[in-house]
């Protein structure tokens, strides 16, 4: 059983940055794949980065390429994921949520976080 709480989300003028968290409870965090998914109003939710259980591995949505860094730290007294995000975009306004799984393929069927709103102005 994992459980996920996001943090770091709130309002950014376009080309800002922000630094989402999201904080896992949970012996085995270290063993699951994460990543952060985004849903827009109107618009389907978005797997937006991922990253394997060792970090070796990492995927970004082609919308996010170059601005976006998602980073793990496995220690025992942290078990956090986070999303670095630069150079926003209004278009990057959504709910992100954090998911865990044992593989980056099973994400949406895995545990998530109850979301942290990003609003980016123009």
């Known amino acids: 059983q994992v459980h996920l709480v996001e943090s770091g989300g709130g309002l950014v003028q376009a080309g800002g940055s922000l630094r989402l968290s999201c904080a896992a409870s949970?012996?085995?965090?270290?063993?699951?794949?994460m990543g952060w998914f985004r849903q827009a109003p109107g618009k389907e939710r978005e797997l937006v980065a991922a990253?394997?259980?060792?970090?070796?591995?990492?995927?970004?949505a082609d919308s996010v390429k170059g601005r976006f860094t998602i980073s793990r730290d496995n220690a025992k007294n942290t078990n956090t994921v986070y999303l670095q995000m630069n150079s926003l975009k209004p278009e990057d306004t959504a709910v992100y949520y954090c998911a865990a799984a044992s593989a980056v393929s099973w994400l949406e069927q895995g545990y998530w976080g109850q979301g942290t709103q990003v609003t980016v102005s123009s």
């Open positions: 990253i394997s259980w060792s970090g070796g591995s990492t995927y970004y």
């Open positions: 949970g012996r085995t965090f270290s063993s699951y794949a």
